[in-house]
């Protein structure tokens, strides 16, 4: 089998600057021939040239307010012992806000401060300074000034403005067209019926969304199968077509990775992988003098590129840069290892905990798009650093925008799909807030608590000697802190299992079989110390259970692993088990605690969850999720003081 | 005549929560039905529902690599003592990244790890850990898994999570249908012929965007003229249509603003008048169960209107909250004295200057719209303050990122138009930099540099002993700071006359006369400074000028005043006239250079405009204004230690 290498492992500022540099000199970076368009329909167009008023704005002397317009040098000498008479219709003349003064007038007196004597007179007792309450020509605008440069993104002011200006359309420079070539023989369009190997081909709609949001016009092609040829074709045809064309994927070095071949065969390959993670796979190329980009396949892989390397092109068509990303300063939560020689994008979770911003990384995984989804921001940790530890400060880039992070209750521990309910409830009732959980195990949750990095854990920590939840945890592992315990829910543990039970499987005793395949969960979990309590009770060794070391991280992950027949049993929840229609047999019932430090307490962050798990909609969706019990629901079981 | 009056004076965040908590009761701020719609439709949408994953990605087993899948059973024990041989095709398969794995087989070695022994033999020298390189099901998304929360607003990553997850339509709030009634018999449409008093209505244009960018619909309707049955019946139909109604403007309590009473007519008005500025006209209001607001009429007062009352509602029937502003801590350059007792909205030009970020207040005007274009954010004064000092710290809402304004050089000083196309090539060479220039005159710009406030100064002072430029001033007015002087232009200096001179004015000796009215410069202009010259070296008396109290801050607003028949003369710059096609008697060349702290000298802020000075595009788009001589442009002229 020959193996086909990458061309490069550029640093990608590197790789960029190549890129953009190569494709200036070429002049296709330049925007295309600027479009007449109405400015009412400008909205997020881009001005190709400076727009300049061809009317002063306003272009009259206009009334500023309600009153009577006045010749100021009638006024002159008015005074309190001196005052002076006008007649209304004749020396003093009704406006509005917005008349025109009648000729030779050059003030307004507001409605509010005229004295009538008479019907038909006022009297004035101060001088009126010339154009007091006039809007003079040209006061916003004056005719042939520039009201906006070119380059410039059209806003609902800018609109305005230019109408004002008497400038009904304007050029701008045309939306870059972007087309998107999806390739790859496993892919089928949403809606088809799977089979496995059937990819769901999603990134194109993905991708075709982000450029999109930039300002171009996506052009979603057909699938192109993994074949020379066909790749070549419709490649080919995209160039005749659109300004900009995406090849995803086949941008690898693998067998049926013909993407750079096809580009080379047309065009230019410039760059053909870059030294990042995830997305090394990227290819930069050109033919017929436009940009042909390789994106990777891999979801988190596809973003990354097209965030790096697509949208600065977009933007160049348009004759602009990328806005720069609102970035802040976070304090790592754990050590956050990274390979040398590459620059890795871990997608990060944010909270405002205290007086720190927290980031905490979630799935590293080029495949697990869920983890862009859910996270705030990203860490860039550079090509020649291994990394951040634990208490660290790093920069991060928003994907949200901080004043969210600051509204977002931040909960580390266990994971119980209650709490994705709880999410919900909570947004629904609270729009600005956020629930943000990440899921370490019971354990890893009041180490988080210890070090400042959460607003509550999540723990079911059974005590084996007193049969009690939580408390004797928290006194080892928080001492000196005061928290609060409140009950979110009792839940069913048990064994999951496939449905129909094929392999007969009665109880934990089993798990020691032969043909028995186990997942487990991590250590620190509180259903994996549940789960030793008991096998100590029945004298079991966990030596003794294949897949003892398959460890997973949520119930869900391992009722999955039970789905897809990749264990047999596994201990979890039973709403896990209910929800992928599995079997389940109970080993008992667990308590699961909100643990609150008392500083965070009477905060809206805490205070929110409380009243949402107040609601009886909250509850009752809970229940529905199957082996749960709500009778403690938001009660208070422990705090320090007790 | 009888004088309506305002029934409230609310602060502002009464008024709204006054509101919105009667519409929450009258349940006219829930969202619709929600709509179904194609995932891939539904950029920037909000979830009505939760969204749940119907199937897992990965649906398989998948490998996350090219190379060949193993039976992790089959490596126990290898080591490079012991290695252990596989055979291709039957313990080992080729896989690529993607495909499912076979069945019983648990693991993947990367394609770059594989050792051949034989052609179809391959050796193994440590156990392969079970599910390497394997991406099992759900690594992504576990089917029944909660994708997105409701009240959620797509992006493009979304749309890839939801389809990877087998959803492909989702329920989303409908967007508000929000109706706009421009009402004023002054409005024509834009292109009309303009009459003196004729309003170009580009209000209802500019509200339309900013509700669209929102995420609702506008939908713009005719010009209602100022009369209360016909704009009675606008409301009523556009409340049969729309889920929101604008009636812009009429929200006054003048003599033909009929808004209150017609919304009073048919529903309820629930506040009338807030202690705002600009804005106080607003009206809230409730007809039929549907929010029905009076939007004031001046631009700016449209606009801050919208922002504050109709923006919560909007996305209040989105099931949202507005996104918090982008804020940051700036210093005000000069005193901003504001009223007691109303909440001020002033717009601020932002620059950062060394380590400040400096706030200069742009105009005040309720009716200047181009401050609003021109600002880069909002300065709120509270109700109970009045004012900030200069040097003192204000928080600033953004209108443009803070990175934008991070690349601004700030221009303080005398206003050329020069500046305008300097601005517009800088743009055009440098999409990420932008040239913020306020215009106080040459004195105003080099005290703005003594305080710290701006990157530069425009100056043309004339030393009246020496008859040289700027040099003395400099000297004096910034003792031990070392600047660099470089020239922009040498520009002509006269007087601005109507077109044909009608007055027949033929120098200075002219603008003493009984029948000339002047228009003048501000104090510290140096157009006004070599007016003063001038006029003393000719022995004028100033006092015996008509207008010369009448001050505006630019040359083109000089310019206007003259064509709009305000004033007889005024001087100014040639291009001023011309670009109004105006008279012109010239009076002088004068100089017209840039000031710049040593400091700021080798900084990008400076580099780049001096770059652009040094083009002959930019140097030719300026000759073509009139009057200008560029042959020293760029130049340094002088710097402390020459």
Chains 1, 2 share one sequence.
């Not at 154009?131 to 006061?139: D, K």
Request: charged share 25%; net charge negative; proline share 6%.
């Amino acid at each position: 089998m020959k193996q086909k290498v990458y061309l490069d492992d550029l640093p990608w500022e590197e790789a960029l600057e190549r890129y953009l540099s190569y494709l200036r000199e070429a002049g296709s970076l330049s925007p295309g021939r600027p479009e007449l368009v109405p400015v009412e329909k400008a909205l997020g167009r881009v001005t190709a040239t400076p727009v300049y008023a061809i009317v002063s704005s306003p272009h009259y002397h206009a009334s500023a307010m309600d009153g009577l317009a006045v010749r100021s040098a009638d006024t002159y000498g008015a005074s309190e012992t001196a005052p002076k008479r006008l007649k209304v219709g004749e020396e003093a003349i009704a406006v509005d806000t917005g008349d025109p003064l009648p000729e030779g007038f050059d003030a307004v007196i507001m409605i509010e401060d005229v004295h009538y004597v008479q019907p038909d007179v006022i009297e004035i007792i101060s001088a009126v300074p010339p154009w007091q309450h006039v809007r003079v020509v040209g006061e916003d605008v004056v005719a042939t000034e520039m009201i906006l440069p070119a380059s410039h993104r059209i806003r609902p002011v800018d609109i305005g403005a230019v109408l004002a200006g008497g400038v009904n359309s304007i050029y701008v420079h045309p939306r870059p067209r972007v087309a998107i070539l999806p390739t790859g023989t496993e892919l089928v369009q949403p809606g088809a019926e799977l089979k496995p190997g059937d990819i769901i081909e999603y990134n194109s709609r993905m991708l075709g969304a982000m450029v999109e949001s930039w300002g171009a016009v996506p052009l979603r092609k057909e699938i192109t199968a993994d074949n020379f040829e066909s790749l070549k074709k419709a490649v080919h045809d995209a160039v005749d077509e659109a300004d900009v064309v995406l090849v995803n994927a086949g941008s690898s070095a693998g067998r049926e990775d013909f993407t750079a071949g096809v580009i080379a065969s047309l065009g230019k390959v410039l760059v053909h992988g870059v030294a990042i993670k995830p997305g090394k796979p990227v290819i930069l190329g050109e033919v017929r003098g436009k940009p042909v980009v390789g994106v990777p396949g891999y979801p988190v892989s596809a973003y990354l590129g097209l965030e790096l390397f697509v949208k600065p092109v977009v933007y160049g068509k348009l004759g602009t840069v990328p806005p720069a990303p609102e970035k802040i300063e976070a304090v790592v939560s754990r050590k956050m290892f990274s390979p040398l020689g590459v620059e890795e994008f871990v997608r990060v979770k944010l909270g405002q905990v205290g007086d720190k911003v927290i980031a905490t990384p979630v799935s590293r995984g080029a495949g697990v798009l869920t983890s862009l989804v859910r996270a705030d921001g990203i860490i860039r940790v550079p090509r020649l650093s291994e990394g951040y530890n634990a208490g660290e400060a790093a920069p991060v880039e928003l994907l949200r925008p901080a004043g969210e992070i600051r509204e977002t209750t931040v909960i580390i521990g266990s994971h119980d799909i209650a709490l994705d309910v709880l999410a919900n409830f909570l947004r629904q009732k609270y729009p600005a807030a956020t629930l943000s959980s990440a899921h370490v195990g019971s354990l890893g949750g009041l180490a988080a608590l210890r070090r400042g990095e959460a607003h509550c854990a999540g723990v079911h920590l059974l005590d084996e000697e007193t049969g009690d939840y939580n408390v004797s945890y928290i006194k080892r592992y928080l001492p000196g802190i005061k928290v609060y315990l409140v009950n979110l829910v009792y839940r069913e543990q048990g064994l999951i299992l496939a449905r129909g039970n094929p392999k007969k499987i009665c109880g934990l005793e089993d798990l020691v079989r032969e043909d028995v395949r186990f997942v487990n969960r991590q250590r620190g979990a509180g259903t994996r110390i549940l789960l030793d309590y008991r096998l100590k009770e029945m004298g079991l060794d966990p030596a003794r259970i294949r897949g003892y070391d398959y460890e997973e991280y949520t119930h869900m992950a391992v009722a999955a692993a039970v789905k897809a027949g990749a264990a047999d049993a596994g201990l979890g929840i039973r709403a896990a088990a209910q929800a992928l229609d599995l079997d389940f047999i109970g080993i008992g019932e667990e308590r699961y605690d909100l643990c609150v430090p008392a500083g965070h307490w009477d905060t809206p962050y805490i205070r929110r969850l409380l009243e949402v798990m107040a609601m009886p909609e909250f509850q009752e969706e809970v229940r529905k999720l199957g082996g749960y019990d709500l009778r403690d629901c938001g009660r208070v079981m422990w705090h320090n003081d007790m």
